[in-house]
């Protein structure tokens, strides 16, 4: 195949074939538990007899090309023709090796998306099987809900395009990779994958939010589905896993009850890695993020709102992008207001959020901008939020205050995730996040195209992460700013000793005890007349404590002491269990830090109680009483006796006052300070 016009046309007839192919497959109705074997074969056969043919022809072409260049050399003119043209067919083997790579490594790409109809009608098409998919069989066999689930569907679907805010653009090569490889598994399409020593994992995802995230208030007929497991995270684990026909994804729902973006920060800084990677982490703290508590934490900082939430929704963001880099970050916004009521006010959050997501490049799905029209239409309703007048449906009634929506609003955003997905799935199929450069061929080399048209092409992107975009930030200096940051993006754990099982949902207590003795174990001097215990007080959550009554006249309290290296370490964090009842007022715990000499360098008092004027409210006092507060020491300016760094700190923890004290988790890290010098609520 000698003629450059002869392989020309049998570049076009492959590419057509496949291109018919998967036009063929994207119109066929695709049960979800089967899949399309003839028509693969066809494709499979079609495609690549067509690149191994290209591939043979082209490895001749290009032996053909060397040995007369060989021959050509004394011929300058012949010799700077033939570079040229062996040049580019060396760019196009690459590009057949990356196809043939692509066919006989990947069928289940292909596979893939022919289970991913590509036009946006096969929503439509396939509505029946996402209602029959969002059953869950174990809580609900009878499919009570199915006309509740319907009737989300039905309401959704219309405005399924209003909550898309735009793709992430961070690490979805890696994403794509992994959901190829369990999809290929779970779906036994490859035969290889029945023999697989180890099976590839479900895609993970970790959300972080508040209480509208965990499910309060998201209630149904149905008594045996509680409302962690009626919530949107739970919803989606079961459509998508019944979807795909197994495990494809695992959903960690880190929601806590108050906790905003800081809160969130400071779970993700501080918590151990997990065992397995996170893949996806989705920021639902637009509730949290504007309401009363997050605004009096913008006044203690003397910020406004807006100020305070650009503040605390950018240090989540940098928090995912340095210490989990592999991750898609993905953002929920789904507050519509109540506590906060003056909808331009309103409209700065989203603002922010969307600012930020353009700059750092993460996605954003907004079931506000899919529901608000109606929402604002009829603020009586009470199907997509919460609430807001108890007492009857007339308009005189004084709206009160809620910001927990039912199950309507949890079923409609499942739906809206799915077809986030389903549309992130439909542009990577159609090639909108693959590497141009594969496919476009030049008539000039790559020194020529250095200086073509005078224009100077952009140098490859910084690494790390892009400035922190302030009202500061000027376009002259972004790039001497990024191309110089010296903020590292953590590749191992930031932190040497992490213990926050005390402040984690849903474990096995049975076994937390003892594996945290065995992690305190190294660093642990002396309990003194501390208890590692499981008390009512913080939850029922193992903790170390300390009560009046551990101690007497003939054994004074003893503290509680450990020593840890000090090597890199800035921040000691330390959860505690605060209540704000009365009888736990004065509650306090003095934390010492000494150096290798046992000379005090830092000392500092932790509130064991907080006042509330609504003490007297039993159900708020209640739920406060298992709240969690952040506080952090700052150990990165200690040094030793000798002005020289202190090698290993020690560690005290004394009670001083009050009836008890308890704190839940504890954490050294390589990182500043998250709340900069203020306690940090972190929910119930």
Same mark, same amino acid.
């Given at each position: 195949m000698?003629?450059?016009r002869?392989?020309?046309?049998?570049l076009?007839?492959?590419g057509?074939?496949?291109?018919?192919?998967?036009?063929y497959?994207?119109?066929?109705?695709? $049960?979800?538990?089967?899949?399309?074997?003839?028509d693969e074969k066809w494709c499979n056969k079609?495609?690549?007899?067509s690149?191994?043919t290209?591939?043979?022809?082209?490895?001749?072409?290009l032996?053909r090309?060397?040995? $007369?260049?060989?021959m050509a050399?004394?011929k300058a003119e012949t010799?700077?023709?033939?570079?040229?043209?062996?040049e580019?067919?060396?760019q196009d083997l690459?590009?057949?090796?990356?196809?043939?790579?692509?066919?006989?490594?990947?069928?289940?790409?292909n596979?893939?998306?022919?289970?991913i109809?590509?036009?946006p009608?096969?929503?439509?098409d396939?509505i029946?099987?996402t209602?029959?998919?969002?059953q869950?069989r174990?809580q609900d066999?009878?499919?009570?809900?199915?006309?509740l689930?319907?009737?989300?569907?039905?309401f959704i679907t219309?405005?399924?395009?209003?909550?898309m805010?735009?793709?992430p @653009? @961070?690490?979805?090569?890696k994403?794509?990779?992994?959901?190829?490889?369990r999809?290929e598994y779970?779906?036994n399409?490859?035969a290889?994958?029945?023999?697989a020593?180890i099976?590839?994992p479900?895609?993970r995802?970790?959300?972080?939010?508040?209480?509208?995230?965990?499910?309060?208030?998201?209630?149904?007929?149905?008594r045996s589905?509680?409302?962690?497991?009626c919530?949107?995270p739970?919803?989606?684990?079961?459509?998508v896993?019944?979807l795909?026909?197994g495990?494809?994804i695992e959903i960690?729902?880190?929601?806590?009850?108050?906790?905003?973006s800081?809160?969130?920060?400071a779970l993700?800084?501080y918590?151990p890695?997990?065992?397995?990677p996170i893949d996806?982490?989705?920021?639902?703290?637009?509730?949290?993020?504007?309401?009363t508590?997050?605004?009096?934490?913008a006044?203690a900082?003397?910020?406004?709102?807006?100020a =305070?939430t650009?503040d605390?929704?950018?240090n989540?963001t940098?928090?995912v992008?340095?210490h989990?880099p592999d991750a898609v970050?993905?953002?929920?916004?789904? =507050?519509?207001?109540?506590e906060?009521?003056?909808?331009?006010?309103l409209q700065? =959050?989203?603002?922010?959020i969307?600012?930020l997501?353009?700059?750092?490049?993460f996605g954003?799905?907004s079931?506000?901008?899919?529901?608000?029209d109606?929402v604002?239409?009829?603020t009586h309703?009470t199907?997509?939020?919460p609430v807001? =007048?108890?007492?009857s449906p007339?308009?005189?009634d004084?709206?009160?205050?809620?910001?927990?929506?039912?199950?309507?609003?949890?079923?409609s955003?499942?739906?809206l995730w799915? @077809?986030y997905?389903?549309?992130?799935?439909?542009e990577?199929?159609?090639?909108g996040f693959?590497?141009a450069s594969?496919s476009?061929?030049?008539?000039?080399?790559r020194a020529?195209?250095?200086?073509l048209?005078?224009v100077?092409w952009?140098?490859?992107?910084?690494k790390g992460?892009p400035?922190?975009l302030?009202?500061?930030l000027?376009?002259e200096?972004i790039?001497?700013?990024?191309?110089n940051?010296?903020?590292e993006i953590?590749?191992?754990?930031?932190c040497p000793f992490?213990?926050?099982?005390?402040?984690?949902?849903?474990?096995?207590?049975?076994s937390?005890e003892e594996d945290s003795?065995q992690q305190?174990?190294?660093f642990?001097?002396?309990a003194?007349?501390?208890?590692?215990?499981?008390?009512d007080?913080?939850?029922?959550?193992?903790?170390?404590a300390h009560y $009046?009554?551990?101690a007497?006249?003939t054994?004074?309290?003893?503290?509680l002491?450990f $020593?840890?290296?000090?090597?890199?370490?800035?921040t000691?964090?330390v959860?505690?269990?605060?209540?704000i009842?009365?009888?736990w007022?004065?509650s306090?715990?003095?934390v010492?830090?000494?150096?290798?000499?046992?000379k005090i360098?830092?000392?500092?008092?932790i509130?064991?109680?907080?006042?509330?004027?609504?003490?007297?409210?039993?159900?708020?006092?209640?739920?406060m009483a298992k709240?969690?507060?952040?506080?952090?020491v700052?150990?990165?300016?200690?040094v030793?006796s000798s002005?020289q760094?202190s090698?290993n700190f020690?560690?005290e923890f004394q009670?001083?006052?009050g009836n008890?004290?308890k704190?839940m988790a504890?954490?050294?890290?390589?990182?500043p300070?998250?709340a900069?010098?203020?306690p940090l609520?972190i929910g119930n």
């Amino acid at each position: 195949m000698k003629n450059p016009r002869i392989l020309f046309v049998v570049l076009v007839a492959a590419g057509y074939a496949g291109y018919l192919c998967l036009q063929y497959a994207s119109i066929r109705y695709i $049960e979800p538990t089967t899949l399309l074997k003839q028509d693969e074969k066809w494709c499979n056969k079609s495609s690549t007899v067509s690149d191994a043919t290209t591939f043979k022809a082209l490895e001749d072409e290009l032996e053909r090309l060397t040995s $007369e260049l060989a021959m050509a050399k004394t011929k300058a003119e012949t010799e700077k023709r033939l570079s040229k043209e062996l040049e580019t067919k060396v760019q196009d083997l690459e590009r057949a090796k990356l196809s043939g790579s692509i066919t006989s490594n990947s069928k289940s790409f292909n596979a893939l998306c022919q289970r991913i109809p590509s036009s946006p009608k096969a929503w439509i098409d396939n509505i029946n099987v996402t209602l029959g998919a969002s059953q869950d069989r174990q809580q609900d066999p009878s499919y009570i809900l199915r006309d509740l689930n319907a009737r989300a569907l039905e309401f959704i679907t219309p405005r399924l395009s209003r909550a898309m805010e735009g793709f992430p @653009h @961070h690490n979805l090569d890696k994403l794509l990779s992994k959901t190829r490889a369990r999809f290929e598994y779970l779906t036994n399409y490859n035969a290889t994958a029945e023999n697989a020593t180890i099976p590839p994992p479900p895609i993970r995802i970790y959300v972080s939010g508040g209480s509208v995230a965990h499910g309060q208030n998201c209630v149904t007929s149905v008594r045996s589905i509680t409302a962690d497991r009626c919530s949107w995270p739970w919803r989606l684990r079961v459509l998508v896993n019944n979807l795909v026909g197994g495990d494809m994804i695992e959903i960690v729902n880190g929601a806590r009850g108050g906790a905003n973006s800081q809160a969130g920060r400071a779970l993700l800084a501080y918590a151990p890695p997990p065992q397995q990677p996170i893949d996806i982490i989705i920021n639902a703290h637009s509730v949290n993020d504007q309401i009363t508590f997050t605004r009096d934490q913008a006044a203690a900082r003397n910020l406004s709102l807006s100020a =305070y939430t650009l503040d605390m929704t950018q240090n989540f963001t940098r928090q995912v992008m340095t210490h989990h880099p592999d991750a898609v970050l993905l953002w929920l916004e789904d =507050y519509l207001g109540n506590e906060a009521r003056n909808l331009l006010e309103l409209q700065e =959050y989203a603002q922010t959020i969307h600012t930020l997501s353009k700059y750092y490049g993460f996605g954003v799905l907004s079931y506000t901008d899919a529901v608000r029209d109606v929402v604002y239409g009829d603020t009586h309703e009470t199907a997509l939020t919460p609430v807001w =007048y108890q007492d009857s449906p007339d308009s005189n009634d004084t709206m009160v205050r809620e910001v927990h929506p039912g199950v309507m609003m949890h079923a409609s955003v499942t739906y809206l995730w799915l @077809h986030y997905g389903w549309n992130l799935l439909r542009e990577a199929c159609a090639g909108g996040f693959t590497n141009a450069s594969s496919s476009i061929r030049y008539n000039t080399t790559r020194a020529e195209q250095a200086t073509l048209h005078g224009v100077q092409w952009p140098r490859p992107l910084p690494k790390g992460l892009p400035p922190r975009l302030t009202t500061s930030l000027r376009l002259e200096d972004i790039s001497d700013l990024w191309r110089n940051s010296t903020e590292e993006i953590m590749s191992d754990s930031p932190c040497p000793f992490q213990w926050t099982a005390g402040i984690q949902k849903y474990l096995d207590l049975e076994s937390l005890e003892e594996d945290s003795k065995q992690q305190f174990a190294p660093f642990l001097r002396s309990a003194g007349t501390w208890q590692f215990t499981q008390s009512d007080f913080g939850q029922g959550r193992f903790g170390w404590a300390h009560y $009046e009554s551990f101690a007497n006249a003939t054994t004074p309290p003893q503290p509680l002491t450990f $020593e840890v290296p000090s090597a890199g370490i800035r921040t000691m964090a330390v959860f505690v269990a605060q209540n704000i009842d009365p009888s736990w007022k004065d509650s306090k715990a003095r934390v010492t830090v000494k150096d290798d000499l046992q000379k005090i360098v830092h000392t500092q008092t932790i509130d064991g109680y907080r006042f509330s004027s609504k003490t007297r409210k039993r159900a708020i006092r209640a739920a406060m009483a298992k709240s969690v507060v952040l506080t952090e020491v700052d150990l990165s300016g200690i040094v030793g006796s000798s002005s020289q760094p202190s090698k290993n700190f020690t560690v005290e923890f004394q009670h001083v006052s009050g009836n008890g004290f308890k704190f839940m988790a504890m954490a050294l890290c390589r990182f500043p300070s998250i709340a900069a010098g203020f306690p940090l609520w972190i929910g119930n």
